[in-house]
């Protein structure tokens, strides 16, 4: 067995790892979970969990810093696109609702556990963030541009409180949920 084999190996078992994090964090609380419960969800002991990782602060921080990156990353290719305003705002409503439904542990851990970052990191996390939401303002301020500075933020802070609920109370499963969630979406955005 090559050393490619093994990185691939120990890469899928990592990856199995945030997923667990992810299950157990948002299920439980960061805190509440120990590093037996996150080997034993993976099927490993705890100790064999540091040939993954440092430490379950590390999956915490990835997990976080990850899904921020990810967000970002997306609204720039969005934006990059030759699109309409409008359909630039439509298209970032549909890739964020795509997100809170694919990955709903992840925007429960982000509500409850930001805090438990390490300073450096959650400086970088809201960082990522903040930029977000200045990717969606700058769209909206292009869509309604006689929407003051302060409307804008009032109203897509509140879409984005309606959107992270999604995990809370659209499942997944639910074919309608991303559809009916974009068009509330857009009419607070821009029908105030």
């Known amino acids: 067995m090559g050393s490619g084999w093994r990185a691939s190996q120990k890469a899928s078992r990592r990856a199995d790892l945030l ?3 992810a299950s157990l964090f948002a299920e439980r609380g960061f805190a509440a979970v ?3 419960e ?3 969800a993976v099927g490993m002991s705890g ?3 540091y040939n993954y990782v440092r430490s379950k602060d590390e999956l915490l921080q990835e997990l976080l810093q990850g899904a921020s990156e990810q967000l970002v ?3 720039r290719d969005i934006l990059g696109g030759d699109l309409s305003a409008h359909a630039t705002l439509v298209a ?3 890739f964020y609702i795509d997100f809170a439904t694919s990955e709903p542990d992840i925007i429960r851990i982000q509500d409850r556990e930001l805090a ?3 300073v450096e990191v959650n400086r970088r996390v809201r960082g990522l963030q903040r930029e977000y939401v200045q ?9 309604c541009p006689d929407l003051t500075e302060p409307e804008r933020q009032v109203r897509l802070l509140g879409t984005f409180g309606l959107l992270n609920s999604t995990p809370y109370s659209a499942p997944a499963t639910q074919a309608d949920a991303g559809r009916i969630l974009a068009a509330m979406a857009l009419r607070a955005l821009v029908e105030g």
Not at 135 to 143: F, K, N, S, T, Y
């Open 19 to 21: 997923r667990a994090a």
């Open 34 to 36: 120990s590093t037996v």
């Open 73 to 75: 990353a997306g609204a």
């Open 116 to 118: 438990q970052l390490p």
């Open 47 to 49: 100790p064999a969990l």
């Open 92 to 94: 970032l409503i549909g």
């Open 135 to 143: 990717i969606w303002d700058g769209v909206l301020a292009r869509v």
């Open 38 to 40: 996150l080997g034993d």
